[in-house]
């Protein structure tokens, strides 16, 4: 966690986790569920377990 959100790194970038995950997703997506990071006029994690709620995330490094 980094002031209260949470953070993942991915190919050497720090990404924060901006939007709060849907309540349909499992507690452990993080560690169970099939991710992926999108750029569209903005970075966005999608769950492929659950399609159409991608999360927003900031670029830290």
Do not use: C
Request: no cysteine.
């Amino acid at each position: 966690m980094i002031d209260g959100y949470a953070h993942f790194k991915h190919e050497g970038d720090e990404f924060v986790i901006v939007d709060p995950y849907p309540e349909n997703w499992n507690t452990k997506w993080h560690s169970s569920d099939d991710v992926y990071l999108d750029y569209n006029r903005g970075y966005y994690l999608h769950n492929r377990q659950h399609t159409g709620s991608p999360l927003a995330v900031m670029v830290l490094k």
